[in-house]
């Protein structure tokens, strides 16, 4: 099936700092979605983008729907603690109908 | 209160006795989905459904079933588990499909030994 590719693995940055993150495939995707998931919880949604080339900001997150639609990116601006936890990249492929591909995940450590 | 609810919460079992988590929406949602997650390896989709009656293979639906006789309901059914199925499940629903907010309910934690 569709593979979806996300880096960093892991971040481990102090209060204040900006984040990046990104993930790619080897396939072209109709729609890019980011969650987050917070200890012991499920995922929730973040940022939904549906067009290439789309920037869509969610507070101080923002994504991107990369112009090749093979990637999308997410950035955190001034991070805070409560921005602990694993975010995830998910998608939805060209050819994969309503089946939802996630990556792997970037667990994000903040310290104060 | 609009939530997704699994039961049971945590299951030790053995392999090849089945078993079924059910999972149920109380917000009219078309779309459920059943996903596992492992370290590493992200959440994985198992079953799809978009409606009552119609349900579709994820990545990962091997050793699985499921149905939807129901709106609410989208049991998760595992025939002959084994310990390969040793994981964490999530169900999750949304209004029409998968683009558009995803709730998940609070996890099944499943070893099979």
């Known amino acids: 099936g569709q593979q979806l590719n996300q880096s960093p693995q892991s971040m481990f940055i102090q209060e204040g700092e900006d984040v990046s993150m990104n993930c790619t495939s080897s396939s072209i995707f109709n729609t890019w979605l980011w969650y987050k998931q917070d200890p012991g919880e499920g995922p929730v949604l973040l940022i939904a983008?549906?067009?290439?080339?789309e920037l869509t900001s969610n507070g101080r997150l923002t994504a991107q729907f990369g112009i090749t639609r093979k990637d999308s990116f997410l950035n955190i601006s001034a991070s805070i603690p409560s921005d602990v936890g694993i975010y995830f990249c998910a998608g939805l492929g060209e050819t994969s109908g309503s089946r939802l591909t996630f990556g792997e995940g970037t667990q994000l450590t903040v310290n104060p | 209160e609009a939530q997704v609810t699994q039961n049971p919460r945590y299951l030790i079992t053995v392999t090849g006795k089945k078993l079924t988590v059910t999972c149920s929406q109380n917000?009219?949602?078309?779309?459920m989905s059943w996903y596992r997650q492992d370290p590493g390896l992200g959440l994985r989709q198992i079953y799809y459904s978009m409606n009552v009656e119609v349900t579709d293979k994820g990545d990962v639906p091997e050793g699985y079933k499921v149905s939807r006789k129901e709106k609410r309901n989208f049991p998760l059914i595992l025939e002959s588990p084994s310990p390969n199925q040793t994981s964490l499940y999530f169900c999750a629903s949304s209004s029409r499909g998968p683009t558009d907010t995803q709730y998940f309910g609070p996890g099944t934690r499943l070893t099979v030994l």
């Open positions: 917000m009219n949602h078309e779309y």
């Open positions: 983008l549906y067009k290439a080339g």
